[in-house]
């Protein structure tokens, strides 16, 4: 079942194996899709040479800062060189100044409120700016993003605000990319060990939390992230935009 035959597209937010960008472009790149790849920096580059490489040596790989609007513009450029045109983006990006997510919200600092705005929530803005010219048969858009968005999680502090203005961003997107056939949409992910989740005081008892409460009393896996972006990237999603689809197992639904 080649759900994605034909399709052309790009992830930002590879880091390693265990994130949740490579185990969306890995069920992308099953089902059919040709996919580009961006890192952050040099630091993050053989890495995803690596994993890259899997889909075959002339995978197309650029360095990409989504901070910087001439990486972006860059990135489109060679994208448009190389593809033509583009019909799958997907955006698994966040970052917020470590201190903030430790201490209390109140003290978040307008530096780090700006940086973690920034990373998380304007990157979206530029980068689906930064594609439309090149989904010319339509697109799919889909961003990562997490319930600390609209429930306050402890420690979440500004990721939390700036994945509000992500999912908003979202819907805005959707409405003035609408008529060019190009949908805008969210999977908000449970809990998975990450890079970004690593290091988070507590995790591991957030792990256990969503174990206990959630309805399917299990936490999510990759596997389930990528079937889910497959789903938003392809026609059974024809006519889903500017949508939040809560992948956790159900524990967003839960009052107690
Ligand atoms: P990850 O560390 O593997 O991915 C985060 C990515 O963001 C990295 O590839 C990093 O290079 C990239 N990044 C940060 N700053 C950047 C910049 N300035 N320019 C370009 N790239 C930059 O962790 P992950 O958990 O796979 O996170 C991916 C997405 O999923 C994030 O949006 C995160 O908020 C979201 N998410 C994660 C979880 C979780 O529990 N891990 C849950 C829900 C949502
Ligand atoms: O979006 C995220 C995490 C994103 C993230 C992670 C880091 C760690 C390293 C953003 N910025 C940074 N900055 C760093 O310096 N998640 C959904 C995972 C996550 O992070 C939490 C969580 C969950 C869940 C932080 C506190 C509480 C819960």
């Not at 860059?74 to 799958?88: A, I, M, P, Q, S």
């Not at 978040?108 to 980068?127: C, G, I, K, N």
């Not at 605000?161 to 992910?189: F, M, T, W």
């Not at 988070?200 to 399917?216: N, V």
Request: aromatic share 8%; hydrophobic share 45%.
């Amino acid at each position: 079942m080649s759900l994605l035959a034909g399709k052309l597209g790009i992830v930002f937010g590879v880091a390693n194996k265990r994130s949740i960008a490579w185990a969306i472009a890995q069920a992308w790149h099953r089902e059919g899709a040709k996919l580009a790849f961006t890192y952050q920096g040099e630091r993050l580059k053989e890495n995803v040479e690596e994993l890259a490489g899997t889909f075959g040596a002339d995978t197309l790989l650029m360095e990409c800062d989504v901070t910087k609007d001439a990486d972006i513009a860059r990135v489109f450029d060679e994208v448009g060189k190389k593809f033509g045109k583009l019909h799958l983006l997907l955006h698994s990006v966040a970052f917020a100044p470590k201190d903030a997510l430790e201490g209390e919200f109140v003290n978040t600092s307008r530096e780090a409120f700006r940086v973690a705005h920034d990373v998380s929530a304007y990157s979206l803005v530029a980068l689906a700016r930064g594609a439309a010219p090149l989904m010319t048969g339509g697109g799919s858009i889909v961003a990562m993003t997490y319930y600390g968005s609209e429930k306050v999680v402890p420690h979440y502090n500004v990721m939390g605000v700036a994945k509000a203005s992500l999912e908003a961003s979202a819907r805005y997107l959707a409405y003035d990319l609408g008529p060019k056939k190009i949908r805008v949409n969210c999977i908000s992910a449970g809990p998975v060990n990450t890079l970004a989740a690593r290091g988070i005081a507590g995790f591991t008892e957030m792990l256990k939390r969503y174990e206990a409460h959630a309805p399917l009393k299990r936490n999510v896996l990759p596997e389930e992230l990528g079937a889910t972006g497959v789903f938003l990237a392809g026609d059974g999603a024809a006519a889903i935009t500017g949508q939040v689809i809560y992948v956790d197992c159900g524990y967003q639904i839960m009052g107690m």
